[in-house]
């Protein structure tokens, strides 16, 4: 059974920063590669980045590159986004999800094809 499961997120004020976790439970963490996405409510679910299996290429969505930051642990089957500089407009349920092509590419900017999705954690930015 495939577990993802969001947590660190909270309130925090405009200019702030948080970092959200992801722990991995049921597959082989080292081969997916991973991706951070967010739903902000009465919208669909956006893209926020992502990460290959190795750490490296990440791709970031123009809207919080800079500010925001992937990255993974393989052994501890844990992904992370640290979010800086917090804006109210990064208000939204944060997601994680596992896709299947260990490598990072522009299709993974699409939730559909992603595979295993966590429950999402709340992150609220009062301006």
């Known amino acids: 059974q495939v577990q993802l499961v969001e947590s660190g997120g909270g309130l925090v004020q405009a200019g702030g920063s948080l970092r959200l976790s992801c722990a991995a439970s049921g597959l082989t963490f080292s081969r997916y590669a991973m991706g951070w996405f967010r739903q902000a409510p009465g919208k669909g679910r956006e893209f926020v980045a992502v990460?290959?299996?190795?750490?490296?290429?990440?791709l970031y969505a123009g809207s919080v590159k800079g500010r925001f930051t992937i990255s993974r642990d393989n052994a501890k089957n844990t992904a992370y986004l640290q979010m800086n500089s917090l804006k109210a407009e990064d208000t939204a349920v944060y997601y994680c999800?596992?896709?299947?092509?260990?490598?990072?590419?522009?299709?993974?900017?699409?939730?559909?094809?992603?595979?295993?999705w966590g429950q999402g954690t709340q992150v609220t930015v009062s301006s």
């Open positions: 999800a596992a896709h299947s092509t260990p490598y990072t590419n522009v299709r993974q900017t699409l939730p559909e094809s992603y595979h295993y």
């Open positions: 990460i290959s299996w190795s750490g490296a290429p990440t």
